[in-house]
């Protein structure tokens, strides 16, 4: 912001509009996240890019930088599916688990996404969202005849980042048993996890069942998965 340089005005170099910035905990904890040359964040283009938005920003569709960071990340999932498509006995929908997986943990390297609050709104306790991710579709992994893909956790209500929290997390599922039964024990086992191993408060979890496996499909997952499988066990 410019400085005035005349010192018989000085109340005009403390605008009031900075002052709300102080209250946000996403901006002013883990300020590391990576920035690229235009000043954008790098973890904000990959949301645009998740969420389909990056052809309604004209930043994202002109700047060289973020054109770049795109066709990197974009990349990398196209390599990792040629990868699966090339390797025999891995299925289609293996090979989807597996590029979500590895587009999970490079999401994980490159930011530690949003701060979650831990415990009561009273307490300044955090975790990153990549990290209770993780726990979670570890937990979801661990039952049967469920692979856990994506895993986004965001505020509830937006105007309040320190209260409960939605997750949505996608699953490929066996059809052993009724899809809604599946989903219902998806989000019991969230719920669970939530409480009593992370500490954040749940305010709603929605399923999305996005493949069916087969039995080939749960052993292919099953025995290439060396990051989340084991670890969400009760």
């Known amino acids: 912001m ?14 009031e509009e900075t002052r709300p910035e102080e209250t946000r905990p996403e901006e002013t904890r883990y300020d590391e996240q990576e920035r690229l040359a235009c000043g954008r964040l790098l973890s904000g283009v990959w949301d645009a ?18 054109s770049t960071a795109l066709a990197e990340l974009t990349g990398l999932g196209d390599a990792v599916r040629r ?25 994980l390297e490159l930011r530690p996404g949003r701060p979650l609050p831990l415990g009561e709104p009273e307490e300044d306790h955090w975790i990153v969202e990549a990290a209770a991710a993780r726990l979670l579709r570890a937990a979801v992994d661990a039952l049967p005849g469920v692979r856990a893909g994506s895993c986004r956790i965001v505020p509830l209500d937006p105007a309040d980042p320190t209260g409960p929290v939605r997750v949505r997390v996608e699953v490929a599922a066996s059809l052993d048993r009724s899809l809604p039964d599946v989903a219902d024990a998806v989000r019991a086992r969230i719920g669970t996890v939530a409480d009593q191993d992370i500490g954040i408060r749940l305010g709603a979890a929605d399923v999305l069942v996005v493949d069916i496996l087969d039995d080939e499909d ?10 989340y499988g084991s670890g969400g066990a009760a």
């Open 218 to 227: 749960d052993d292919s997952i099953g025995d290439d998965d060396q990051g």
């Open 2 to 15: 410019a400085m005035s340089a005349n010192p018989d005005r000085p109340e005009e170099t403390r605008p």
């Open 83 to 107: 990868t699966c498509a090339e390797e025999p006995g891995v299925s289609e929908a293996a090979g989807a688990a597996i590029t979500t997986r590895v587009m999970d943990l490079v999401r």
């Open 49 to 66: 890019w998740d969420a389909g938005r990056t052809a309604d920003d004209p930043h994202l569709l002109t700047c060289p930088h973020c």
